[in-house]
Antibody, heavy 121, light 106 residues
Framework: QITLKESGPPLVRPTQTLTLTCTFSGFSLSTNGVGVGWVRQPPGKALEWLALIYWDDDKRYSPSLRRRLTITKDTSKNQVVLTMTDMDPVDTATYFC?????????????WGQGTLVTVSS | DIQMTQSPSSLSASVGDRVTITCRASQSINNDLNWYLQKPGKAPKLLIYAASSLQSGVPSRFSGSGSGTDFTLTISSLQPEDFATYYCQQSFRTWTFGLGTKVEVK
């Protein structure tokens, strides 16, 4: 059974760096064809893909946020970490991590429950 | 970037109705198109991947079609639990979501 859970601070000050951790179980991020991605959703708005890390440590970032994002993995801990620098109130959102599979056309078949991050002074 | 345009942005329907949602990509994405359902306060749920493949456990009243730039999600007979927001997502080149279609009670 695949599960994912996001953790991180609920409140971040403007200009600070956000660090989010996705802790997962039920799969290994060293298995060929597996990835873990991050998606966010501002209150009342649409989903926005942020980043994804593949089993082989290759990484992809949203072009509009690339300069602010870093995604890493710790396979031994079953964790993926996303950092976002220079946070702004417009970054207030629920942040989700999700499991991606090449055999499912790189769709996201399992998701965490999400964690709400508010950016405010 | 590949842009995804969903229509309509919202629709009103009744239980038993046939519902169709469309998604258009700004360039050809082959069949790399996925559909999700999201209810308020919950994570999205994968319904369809690769344009027309039904995710395990998803009722057969959901179906997807299309290739290239134009795609459709159809719910053959809307059920009470289907009132939600639906998103398309391309996975051809990185990932992009559409802005969503909210299916409301008529």
């Amino acid at each position: 059974q695949i599960t994912l859970k996001e953790s991180g601070p609920p409140l971040v000050r403007p200009t600070q760096t956000l660090t989010l951790t996705c802790t997962f179980s039920g799969f290994s991020l060293s298995t060929n064809g597996v990835g873990v991605g991050w998606v966010r959703q501002p209150p009342g708005k649409a989903l926005e893909w942020l980043a994804l890390i593949y089993w082989d440590d290759d990484k992809r970032y949203s072009p509009s946020l690339r300069r602010r994002l870093t995604i890493t993995k710790d396979t031994s801990k079953n964790q993926v970490v996303l950092t976002m620098t220079d946070m702004d109130p417009v970054d207030t959102a629920t942040y989700f991590c999700a499991h991606g599979l090449r055999s499912f056309d790189w769709s996201f078949d399992f998701w965490g429950q999400g964690t709400l991050v508010t950016v405010s002074s | 970037d590949i842009q995804m345009t969903q229509s309509p942005s919202s629709l009103s329907a009744s239980v038993g109705d046939r519902v169709t949602i469309t998604c258009r990509a700004s360039q050809s994405i082959n069949n790399d198109l996925n559909w999700y359902l999201q209810k308020p306060g919950k994570a999205p749920k994968l319904l369809i991947y690769a344009a027309s493949s039904l995710q395990s456990g998803v009722p057969s009243r959901f179906s997807g079609s299309g290739s290239g730039t134009d795609f459709t999600l159809t719910i053959s007979s809307l059920q009470p639990e289907d009132f939600a927001t639906y998103y398309c997502q391309q996975s051809f080149r990185t990932w992009t979501f559409g802005l969503g279609t909210k299916v409301e009670v008529k």
